[in-house]
């Protein structure tokens, strides 16, 4: 069985900062791994994506700059690090995990692209 368990969201004023995690159990091969937030009302949005194998990053043009996408293989994690937080980042933030293939870590990463995902983290910044 594979399990992912976000942690690390709360409240932050606008121009703070959050660091995500994501741990990953039951799932030892090459993955393919992303983060996701819906916003109320809105859709799941792609954020950032990271490939455990090369490293291979891509991030959300709305938070190029100011989110960072890591891992660390041996604690089987993803994190997220978030800086210069803005209300419109405010969401439910999701990790998501796949096998990886080819693609992982150069397109923005699509719901349909993974089979694993957490319960999610809540992100809430305020003005």
């Known amino acids: 069985q594979v399990y992912l368990v976000e942690s690390g969201g709360g409240s932050v004023q606008a121009g703070g900062s959050l660091r995500l995690s994501c741990a990953v159990s039951g799932f030892a091969y090459s993955k393919c791994m992303a983060w996701f937030r819906q916003g109320s009302g809105k859709e799941l949005e792609g954020v950032a994506v990271i490939h455990s194998g090369t490293g291979f990053t891509y991030y959300a043009d709305s938070v190029k700059g100011r989110f960072t996408a890591s891992q660390d293989n041996a604690k089987n994690t993803l994190y997220l690090q978030m800086n210069s937080l803005k209300p419109e980042d405010t969401g439910m933030y999701y990790c998501?995990?796949?096998?990886?293939?080819?693609?992982?870590?150069?397109?923005?990463?699509?719901?349909?692209?993974?089979?694993?995902w957490g319960h999610g983290t809540q992100v809430t910044v305020s003005s």
């Open positions: 998501a995990a796949n096998l990886a293939d080819p693609s992982c870590g150069n397109q923005n990463p699509k719901t349909y692209m993974f089979a694993y």
